[in-house]
């Protein structure tokens, strides 16, 4: 054998690294080039992994490569032994590789280069409803129960060296606050659930992910969420909404001596629907400027890919029997208005009552949110998802005498039964739920 024969063959096995780069070149303003990553086995079978139709041997880590890749890493193996060959000819030029081999682990290679998810779209997700979807659990708790033994091992893999991790990987956008995802994005001083929600969409996703979050306080479906196919109330409770309204303003103007105009039914009309048209404006926001928003994200396109609501207690006071027919036509308009059909539904059933059995119109409301489960065109696309059973028992416990022990209870929950007792685990948990019943939903969609 001619004594240049190995080097060519040490350097045909070398090219496809020296040039993979150059598969995906992009401007020097554009997205960082991906990585490659050259796994390279010898003496093994044709149908080593799963995801090669192995029905013995569980490669669930390799078998994830492959399906991320959409089944473009394609399999190669020699018709020999070659394993003190294969192990030593990628790194010294001077060890013959038979051609059986170094042909289509080259081929193999140039094929699979350029799969990360430099080109693919960023997943946004929106994350919509009142007070509860805002957040409540105090930093300052999180900050503890990181730290406290009892409980440190439950946050421990959202902080890195003694800090809370900031994602490079997940952006959110929350009213007037965008950045990285981090603690600290629910109502002010607190988080919620998009903490562990974006989290287990980044661990989850090679793209970068987007979270847009709508949430504001007190705001019921049957009125301010309120969507277009749903239509006004009946003419007799707008008319009698306009009588009361009317005459809060004489009386106020009869006891404070003024002279304001009354409302008309346009005005009473007017806040229905509003929280709706204000979440879509969010939404349209970060679409139209996420470049801005996120600097990082500069040159990538979006991809909406799932909704979450989160939302409930408002509509107690009476709207509770229409919770059900409220919440269908808001999927419906939420889909049609973002030109998603079928676009991922997830729901947090309403879940204050904790270890206790809901009652009354909390019953009623969980039971309608559960029962978009059972519509036959959300079949596979809407997930409810319970959240009374993940309370957080310590917090739960401790509430009843809270006032009594103020110093104890800083250290497990942070509010009312209402918001969920501003428990940090309680929201984490709830987030994590919604965070895998939306894969479970992705996943169904393939």
């Given at each position: ?194 903490l562990e929600f ?86 349209k926001d970060v ?89 036959p065109e959300f ?68």
């Amino acid at each position: 054998m001619s004594s240049s024969r190995p080097l060519r063959w040490g350097l045909l096995m070398l090219a496809p690294l020296l040039l993979a780069p150059l598969a995906t070149l992009r401007a020097a303003d554009g997205p960082p080039r991906p990585n490659v990553l050259f796994l390279f086995a010898d003496d093994q079978r044709a149908d080593t992994i799963g995801a090669l139709r192995n029905s013995v041997i569980k490669t669930p880590n390799l078998d994830r490569v492959d399906a991320t890749h959409e089944g473009q890493n394609t399999p190669w193996w020699p018709g020999e032994g070659a394993a003190v060959k294969t192990r030593e000819s990628p790194f010294n030029p001077r060890v013959v590789m038979r051609r059986s081999l170094i042909v289509p682990l080259v081929a193999c290679l140039l094929v699979t280069t350029p799969l990360r998810a430099a080109g693919r779209p960023v997943k946004v997700f929106i994350l919509a409803g009142q007070s509860n979807m805002e957040g409540k659990a105090p930093n300052a708790l999180l900050d503890h129960q990181a730290t406290d033994a009892k409980t440190r091992d439950l946050f421990a893999h959202l902080r890195k060296d003694g800090q809370w991790v900031v994602r490079d990987d997940v952006f959110i956008k929350f009213l007037d606050r965008k950045g990285p995802l981090t603690v600290g994005y629910g109502s002010p001083g607190r988080t919620g659930v998009e903490l562990e929600f974006g989290t287990v969409m980044g661990n989850h996703f090679e793209e970068p992910v987007v979270l847009i979050k709508a949430a504001w306080g007190g705001h019921s479906l049957y009125k301010l969420f309120r969507s277009p196919t749903a239509g006004y109330p009946a003419a007799e409770v707008l008319q009698k909404e306009l009588d009361q309204a009317q005459a809060n303003v004489k009386k106020n103007n009869e006891k404070n001596k003024k002279n304001d105009p009354l409302p008309t039914l346009e005005d009473i009309k007017k806040p229905y629907g509003s929280s709706y048209r204000n979440m879509m404006a969010e939404v349209k926001d970060v679409m139209d400027n996420y470049e801005t928003m996120f600097p990082a994200l500069k040159g990538k396109k979006l991809e909406l890919t799932g909704f979450v609501w989160f939302q409930g207690w408002n509509d107690q006071y009476g709207a509770q029997d229409e919770y059900a027919s409220n919440m269908k036509h808001f999927i419906q308009d939420v889909r049609k208005d973002l030109h998603a059909p079928k676009l991922p539904f997830v729901i947090g059933v309403m879940g204050q009552n904790g270890s206790k059995p809901a009652a009354g119109a909390m019953l009623t409301i969980q039971k309608a949110q559960l029962a978009m489960n059972d519509v036959p065109e959300f079949k596979g696309n809407v997930k409810a998802i319970r959240t009374d059973v993940l309370v957080d028992k310590a917090a739960e416990e401790l509430y009843p005498t809270w006032q009594k022990n103020l110093e104890e209870w800083k250290l497990v929950g942070g509010d009312h039964a209402y918001h969920y007792l501003g428990s940090a685990i309680w929201f984490n948990r709830i987030g994590k739920a919604m965070g895998e019943a939306m894969l479970e939903l992705l996943k169904d969609q393939k």
